[in-house]
């Protein structure tokens, strides 16, 4: 800076004897050097906030607008509500088998429901008319079902039974089936006369509740023998339990 002002006295001074000639001297002389030019003035004030300047044109269909410029990001949300259940996708590919489990704990078995007899006439002598034939010799009776005292099979095992007879005669003989005094079915050997012994059966399916009770009768026709040589046997099993 200093330098700068020595050096702008010295030419001051090397062109002052041309001003006073100039003054003093009534024709125009040369035209004198440009100056120097000065030192940068000091930045002005801000100037006054401009008006509002006036709404752009909306550009019609069809036209883009231009784009502006790409703002700072916005500060994020809260969290928004659940929205709905979408479609449901399609059923996925079988996974992979799984590893073989462990063998489990041993069970215990359940009852064997069953139940089943056979029994035999025990005397020569014909039974009872219109009454229930006792057959007071047992064979097999695994649920003791059968009463030799009534001749009657009550079932304590619900479900469908067989029955059947194998009757030994000597007279004619009609042997009926009944299930708690109503008749199931009768069949009858009228065959009379002559020495030989007539053999005859009949058997039926029944389905029967708990208590229920069948046995064998005869009618007016009751010649049933239970002899050793010609017996005469009253059988029934369970087929199907319910």
Request: net charge neutral; proline share 7%.
């Amino acid at each position: 800076m200093v330098c700068f002002c020595i050096a702008m006295g010295a030419m001051l001074s090397l062109a002052l004897p041309d001003l006073v000639t100039m003054e003093t001297c009534t024709s125009a002389g040369t035209p004198g050097l440009h100056g120097f030019p000065g030192l940068p003035g000091r930045d002005g004030r801000d100037g006054e906030t401009g008006e509002k300047g006036v709404s752009g044109v909306l550009s019609g269909p069809g036209q883009k607008a231009e784009e502006g410029q790409k703002g700072e990001p916005g500060v994020k949300g809260a969290v928004g509500k659940p929205g709905r259940s979408g479609v449901r996708g399609d059923k996925g590919s079988p996974g992979p088998e799984g590893a073989r489990g462990e063998p489990g704990e041993s069970g215990s078995a359940g009852p064997l429901l069953q139940s089943a007899f056979s029994v035999a006439r025990g005397t020569a002598s014909p039974p009872e008319k219109a009454s229930p034939i006792r057959f007071t010799t047992v064979i097999t009776d695994v649920n003791k079902d059968y009463n030799t005292e009534t001749g009657r099979f009550r079932c304590r095992v619900p479900g469908t039974y067989y029955f059947v007879y194998h009757a030994s005669s000597e007279e004619r003989l009609c042997l009926v089936f009944k299930l708690d005094g109503t008749s199931l079915s009768s069949f009858c050997d009228l065959t009379y006369g002559g020495t030989k012994r007539q053999v005859s059966s009949g058997g039926l399916a029944t389905y029967l509740k708990k208590d229920q009770e069948v046995w064998l009768e005869t009618n007016d026709y009751n010649g049933m023998t239970g002899k050793p040589e010609g017996n005469s046997l009253f059988s029934g099993f369970l087929l199907n339990p319910h």
